[in-house]
Each structure stands twice: as structure tokens, then as C-alpha cells.
């Protein structure tokens, strides 16, 4: 009876919804009217560029957000070694991410056509976990070029359909250039290292990154000073003929040039060993010293740059997914979140659960928050803009995908960075807010 009823719930939704005379073709949840401009939120909070964290505030929020969430990790306090059963484990955890820890070949397509036993078996022994010393010694790294972390070491992309080039299954997240990451160690084929980041473990390709000497690596871990990319994505030079992609947040070391002007230090490649080209730095609404402060109006502000950008899943496609984009807003920022929308929200400072509440207490419960407070789920996040003229709450969001319910009955792909309200409809039919479980703000 059950399973029938559940097999029953699509029918019988469409027809409440046709008897409640919302059958017609629906527009997507996206807003483009004067909600979809910071200016409409900034005005309508005269106090929201006063200084939420100082620098220091900033840091021990860091410090504080990295003992309540174990994905993020301070690079500065990794061991000059490594024992290869951490290795193992670690390298099994993330295998485990993609459902990849089991020999079972998996329903997945590789360049258009069904991925064949062989590729996956490969895949797998690439891991190298048999060729695991006692204990191994740590590398130090820094990437080079905006770069794909992958859940097993291989480059094409493993698809849920023959046709799908967006949803790559093996696609940890992207990194940025200058991003330092610590090498634990090789593949199989010697084309990828198993490296530690900030906020995730990851295969990455070794033409991707430069090795270097632990104190010059740190000076990219916690650089004494630095240049903050604020856009939300800016295309800069690295002085030996490439041009590289940074997305919003990622940070670049500086000096003092000659003439006493700063300049950028450029990380790049000469072999696999790492290269420092200076670069003049020319700061402007791009590309800023240090971080932005921390306020509720740069949240909106911030959050405005990505609008109108495609949705990336895992950063692909050059831009950025739901929990990669409220990350990097908060990055800009100086607040480092963990990297998955399940894990951010709950991180914070200050946590609402509304598991058992009802719609009516959950919109009173985001009524009572901030500009910058993360809506999210399991599978989702969004950031809290506020409450407009008629006390709908707005949110932005890099959207994937949504439903209507009407002639158009379905699923529908946006893959695209909006604004919209907090209670369009999610697949089962009702308000989006009703599926949120946690709503996490900084303080």
C-alpha cells in the first residue's frame, strides 16, 4: 500500500494543482526585477557596512570553524610525514565520496559510451594503495593554473548519461592558482598526486601544480601579505607567457617591488619545480589588499558579482556550484567554510535547526536573520539577502535545476546564478523553505 500510494503522489499532486487552478506553464524561480540588484539590499540596510569581525575576529572565526568541522584543515600544522595507513584511509574516504570504494563497476558513461570494466579497474589500481610505504614523507605544492581535484586519479569525466558533459561524478571541486596543497602521494601512472588542500582531499595532476621547499610553500599557506581577487572571476598574466584564472577569494602573495610598489608573487611551473615571477599588482574593484571587511552589505555585494554566471558543478565549466559560491563570497571575506553545502551551514557560529518546525515558524526563524545567513540541506545551499517590499524572503543561489508542477510538469535545468525567492517549489511540490534544515550565520 505504501509503494503504491508513493507511485500514486505525482498524479495525485498534479491534480490537486489543477483543481487549485495553477496548471499553466510556470516561469522559473528566477527574479530579474530591482530584487535582483545589490543597491535594492545595501539601501534597505543603512547599518550594513558596519564591521561584523575584525581581523583577528576573522581568524579565530577560522580557528573555531575548522575544531566544529574536521573537512577543513590549517596546511601550516601538516606533518613533515605521513604514515601510509593515513594514506590508505585517506585516499578510501574520498573514493568513498563518488561510490567509488567498491570494485563494482558502476552504471557511468566515459567519453559518450558506457564505462567499461577496464577503465574502472584502472582507475582504481591508479590509487596506488599497494605501492604505500611504512611511512611517507610530505611534499609541498602550489598550483599553478585553476585546476580540477578529482576523486580518482583519471581526466575524463564519468557521467551519469551518455550525453551529459556538466555532472561529472569524479569532480571534487577547483582550485585556484597559488593554492597551496600538501602531496601525500603518486599515482600509479605518476600523472596525478594524492594531495591534502584547505578544505578537501584529492587527486591532482601533476602538470597542474609546482613543488617546492616547506618555507616557500608557507609563505603561500599564510602569506604576510597578500592580494585578495574580489571579482568573481578575473583573468591575470604570470609573467612567463600564460594567462591564468582566478575565481573570487583566492589570494596571491605580494612583496615590495623595487620601485616600492607591491607586486604579485606568480607561481609557475618550471619542470614540476616551482618558479616565482613578480608581477606589478594594480589594485581596483578586482583585486584587493587583503581581504574585504567583513559586513553584512559585502556579503550582498559580493554575492551580486557571480549573478547571471553559469552554474559549475564542483567549479567546472569556470564557474561555480551552490556551495562554491557562497564559499567563495565568504572567502573574500577571510572566512574559510567547508567546501559541501551539507557541511556549511551547520558549521557556523550561530545554528538554527529547524527539523520539526512548521513553514510559519521556519519564515519566522529567517525572518530574525542576516544578510549572509546560509539556507541549506543535504544537497543545497543559499544565501539570505533579506525580506522585500511584501515579506517574501530573497535569497541567492546557483541554481542547478528546479521543478514546475503546471503544463510544463518537470524538471527543468537553469544551471545559472539568481536571485529568488526562499519559497519557490522544490520537487515535491512545496515551498523550498520546508526542506531547509539548518540556517547558519557567522554570528
Known amino acids: 500500500m505504501i509503494v503504491i500510494f508513493k507511485r500514486l503522489l505525482p498524479v495525485l499532486l498534479v491534480l490537486t494543482l489543477l483543481l487549485s487552478g495553477r496548471m499553466g506553464a510556470e516561469a522559473s524561480p528566477e527574479i530579474t526585477d530591482a530584487r535582483a540588484t ?6 534597505r540596510n543603512p547599518q550594513g557596512d ?33 604514515s601510509g595507513a593515513e594514506v590508505r584511509q585517506r585516499i578510501e574516504k574520498v573514493q568513498a565520496i563518488g561510490d567509488f570504494d567498491t570494485a563494482e563497476l558502476p552504471s557511468l558513461y566515459k567519453n559518450g559510451s558506457a564505462l567499461t570494466a577496464y577503465s574502472y579497474a584502472f582507475a582504481r589500481k591508479n590509487c596506488n594503495l599497494d605501492a604505500l610505504p611504512e611511512r611517507a614523507e610530505t611534499r609541498y605544492g602550489v598550483v599553478t593554473r585553476r585546476a580540477n581535484l578529482r576523486l580518482l586519479p ?3 569525466g564519468w557521467f551519469e548519461s551518455a550525453g551529459d558533459v556538466h555532472y561529472d561524478t569524479l569532480q571534487a571541486t577547483a582550485l585556484d592558482p597559488a593554492e597551496p596543497v600538501a602531496v601525500l602521494g603518486d599515482s600509479y601512472d605518476k ?3 594524492f594531495v591534502r588542500t584547505r578544505f578537501y582531499d584529492g587527486w591532482l595532476a601533476k602538470s597542474d601544480f609546482a613543488e617546492t621547499d616547506r618555507a616557500t610553500w608557507e609563505s603561500f599557506v599564510h602569506p604576510a601579505d597578500f592580494a585578495v581577487v574580489t571579482a568573481n572571476k578575473k583573468t ?3 609573467g612567463a607567457g600564460e594567462s591564468l584564472l582566478f575565481q573570487m577569494g583566492a589570494k596571491i602573495p605580494l612583496a615590495a617591488g623595487a620601485d616600492g610598489d607591491k607586486v604579485l608573487l606568480m607561481p609557475v611551473s618550471n619542470n614540476g619545480t616551482l618558479q616565482i615571477k613578480r608581477r606589478p599588482a594594480a589594485f581596483d574593484a578586482t583585486l584587493h589588499e587583503g581581504f574585504l571587511p567583513c559586513t553584512e552589505n559585502n556579503f550582498v555585494r559580493q554575492g551580486f558579482r557571480f549573478l547571471g554566471d553559469e552554474y559549475g558543478w564542483g567549479g567546472l565549466d569556470d564557474s561555480v556550484d551552490c556551495s562554491s559560491f557562497v564559499g567563495d563570497v565568504y572567502r573574500s571575506m577571510g572566512i574559510e ?12 557560529a550561530n545554528v ?27 544537497t543545497h545551499v543559499m544565501m539570505y ?7 517574501t524572503p530573497i535569497v541567492l543561489q546557483s541554481m542547478s535545476s528546479w521543478f514546475s508542477f503546471g503544463s510544463d510538469y518537470g524538471k527543468h535545468y537553469l544551471r545559472k546564478v539568481i536571485a529568488s525567492t526562499a519559497t519557490f517549489l522544490n520537487f515535491s511540490g512545496v515551498p523550498y523553505i520546508n526542506g531547509v534544515h539548518y540556517l547558519g550565520s557567522l554570528r
Open 385 to 391: 539577502l533579506g525580506q522585500d517590499d511584501a515579506g
Open 236 to 238: 591575470m598574466e604570470n
Open 154 to 156: 583519471e581526466v575524463a
Open 50 to 82: 558596519t564591521v561584523l569581525l575584525t581581523r583577528e575576529q576573522v581568524k579565530a572565526a577560522n580557528e573555531a570553524l575548522r575544531r566544529r568541522n574536521d573537512t577543513l584543515f590549517d596546511l601550516a600544522s601538516v606533518s613533515e610525514s605521513v
Open 38 to 43: 545589490a543597491a535594492y539590499w545595501t539601501q
Open 352 to 378: 538554527i535547526d529547524l527539523s520539526g518546525m512548521g513553514e510559519a515558524d521556519r519564515l519566522a526563524a529567517l525572518e530574525s536573520c542576516v544578510p549572509g545567513t546560509l539556507l541549506a540541506n543535504n
Open 191 to 193: 600523472k596525478f598526486a
Open 337 to 348: 567554510l567547508p567546501r559541501d553545502a551539507d557541511q556549511q551551514a551547520k558549521s557556523m
